[in-house]
């Protein structure tokens, strides 16, 4: 009986410890782990931040959130090749960063590759659950670039809802500045 009582608490023990206690993924732990580098990338100092991430990335070559934040440097630096590169690499070590479909659609509009822009908006949309106005506002740009501007609007429109500035100043440029919103 006592043998049981221990093995049915020592059951119970583990549940609790994996299941409700140790729950971080590997990107929240990475975040934990890289946590200076993420604090320079706030503070604006990109070129120390991607001296940080290119280390980052040696010691963890299949770190996710090293190869994300290492490509919000590039994109900061205008290299959106090398970007588009970390953010693959990133992307295919763990596919739910929001962010790095963000990331990843900015390069690739930056590339002037707008389809494929649009798609990576659209799935950082998604990932964010359509509450993160700067990847909407720029879905919006991409359908402005492919010349879908209904689309475009509501997009502008949804970010505006959010609280996005940068969405009212688009909505009052052509071709959106004839049109009267009620």
């Not at 006592?2 to 990475?30: M, N, P, S, W």
């Not at 609007?153 to 959010?162: H, T, Y």
Request: proline share 2%.
């Amino acid at each position: 009986m006592e043998v049981a009582l221990i093995g049915f608490c020592f059951i119970l023990y583990l549940t609790i410890r994996y299941f409700v206690i140790d729950h971080d993924t590997q990107a929240d732990k990475d975040r934990l782990r890289f946590a200076h580098g993420i604090r320079l990338i706030h503070l604006h100092q990109y070129d120390e931040a991607l001296v940080y991430f290119d280390k980052a990335v040696k010691t963890y070559p299949k770190s996710a959130i090293a190869f994300a934040y290492r490509a919000k440097c590039h994109l900061r630096n205008q290299n959106a090749h090398s970007a588009l590169f970390d953010l693959t690499c990133a992307l295919s070590f763990d596919n739910t960063i929001a962010d790095a479909y963000l990331d990843k659609g900015i390069a690739l509009f930056e590339l002037n590759l707008y389809s494929e822009a649009f798609k990576e908006f659209d799935k950082a949309v998604w990932y964010f659950r359509g509450q993160q106005p700067d990847a909407i506002r720029w879905r919006a740009l991409s359908r402005m670039k492919l010349e879908q501007y209904s689309q475009a609007q509501k997009d502008l429109i949804r970010a505006i809802e959010l609280g996005d500035e940068n969405s009212a100043y688009l909505l009052k440029q052509p071709p959106f500045s004839n049109v009267i919103y009620s």
